[in-house]
């Protein structure tokens, strides 16, 4: 079963300059359902699919396991505006 400690460790080995990583498990702790919050300057000057796709190719296998993922993908600048 993934967990969300799994998923941010996953994130952290293969995305570059990783900032922060939350990831929540919304399927009541049963691991089926996760929502990803990515804050890397990996991303800077690329638009949201492009972003999406980087954290969808470092989480293939685990994406493939569970019923429902969703990312939000930011650089740390676009993060310091919505984090106060």
């Known amino acids: 079963m993934l967990t969300e400690e799994s998923l941010r460790s996953k994130i952290n080995e293969t995305i570059p300059e990783v900032y ?5 498990d919304t399927s009541s702790g049963c691991g ?5 919050v990515v ?6 000057g690329k638009n949201k699919l492009a972003r999406s796709r980087l954290v969808n190719k470092a989480l293939h296998d685990e994406i493939n396991q569970i019923h429902a993922f969703s990312c939000k993908c930011y650089t740390q600048e676009e993060w310091s505006k919505i984090v106060v």
Do not use: K
């Open 20 to 24: 922060n990583v939350i990831a929540m």
């Open 39 to 44: 804050v890397s300057d990996t991303f800077i």
């Open 32 to 36: 089926q359902s996760f929502e990803v």
